[in-house]
């Protein structure tokens, strides 16, 4: 497995400024980030920033938009804790330290010219946001695309607007299902596993994209792996706790990978031996 390189500006925290911020539930908001000098962050879907909150602490976050949008990048943040829940606090025109991009996202190049089945769990839309737009933003580079999200409650679903508008696009098969609904919902009901027999795809040129909580990874992959899709066209991506986003700390360590540099999107087939993994 080839490791990620890290340089020296990857120790450096580049200053930024927050563009814009919005609500999206109780407990998430987005900010929408510019770097200073209006460099461009140049990631890749999937990576992840670790952000610098001054005097709290850094925290790792998945960048949530797709590099093809220049000048800013976003960041969906979930208020748990010290660095997060200051975050919670900033509003525009508020500075805020950005070192990276790290890790290693989803392999665009591999994907291209297959089709994909994303699979997203609550959270999991996260980063799977910034892959999805990118593929809308070079649709043809891609076959088919299946978009499966599970949430526990319409109150869940993040980016539910944008999510309307994946509904209405042709080129796109999009489902949500939530764990519990109020009878006015309309949807599916039920786990994300129940609506994987409904996908019609073509198992060898499919590639499943799986982020979510753990305990959705066992399921899912269960489910896939019937269906016939091959165990390395499956990535997951993973979370641990993280000092250092760069291998140097050992806080992410899964036996003999480093979840910042290795990961954190893996190749089923790489990890799956691993019990501690999923
Ligand atoms: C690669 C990666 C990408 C991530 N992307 C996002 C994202 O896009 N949006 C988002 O909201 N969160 C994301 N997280 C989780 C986020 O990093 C943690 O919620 C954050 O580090 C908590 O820091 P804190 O100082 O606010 O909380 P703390 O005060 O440190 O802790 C609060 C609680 O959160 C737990 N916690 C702390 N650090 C982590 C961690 N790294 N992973 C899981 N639990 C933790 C603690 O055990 C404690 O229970 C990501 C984590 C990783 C590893
Ligand atoms: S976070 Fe330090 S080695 Fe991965």
Redesign the pocket.
């Known amino acids: 497995m080839e490791k990620t390189v890290i340089n020296d500006s990857n120790y450096r925290i580049r200053k930024g400024k927050v563009i814009r911020t919005r609500q999206m539930t109780p407990h ?1 908001k987005l900010f929408e980030i510019a770097l200073d000098g209006g460099r461009s962050l140049d990631h890749e879907p999937g990576q ?1 920033v670790m952000v610098s909150m001054f005097g709290v ?1 850094e ?4 960048v ?1 938009s797709s590099p093809t949008n220049r000048g800013y990048f976003e ?11 200051t975050m919670h606090r900033l509003e525009a025109g508020d500075e805020i330290g950005i070192r990276g991009p790290f ?1 290693k996202g989803f392999p665009i190049r591999v994907l291209e010219g297959n089709d994909l089945l994303i699979v997203a769990g609550g ?1 999991g839309i ?2 799977l946001r910034s892959l999805i737009n990118f593929v809308f933003d070079n649709r043809r580079d891609f076959g088919k695309v299946h978009t499966l999200l599970g949430c526990k409650t319409e109150g869940d679903i993040l980016f539910g607007d944008e999510l309307e508008r994946w509904m209405k696009r042709i080129d796109v098969h999009y489902e949500c299902t939530l764990d519990k609904a109020a009878p006015e919902w309309a949807g599916h009901v039920g786990l994300i596993t129940t609506l994987l027999p409904g996908v019609h795809l073509e198992p060898e040129r499919t590639f499943a994209i799986v982020v979510g909580p753990p305990i959705m990874f066992r399921f899912v992959i269960k489910e896939l792996l019937a269906k016939k899709i091959p165990e390395s066209q499956i990535l997951v991506s993973l ?4 000092k250092c986003g760069m291998g140097k700390c050992g806080h ?1 360590q899964i036996q003999d990978y480093y ?2 540099t290795d990961g ?1 999107v893996f190749n089923y087939s790489d990890i799956k031996h691993i019990k501690e993994a999923m």
């Open positions: 998430e992840f602490g925290a790792p976050i998945s949530c960041l969906c943040v979930r208020a748990v804790g010290r660095v997060t829940g890790g959270l996260v980063p979370e641990r706790h993280m992410c979840c910042c954190p």
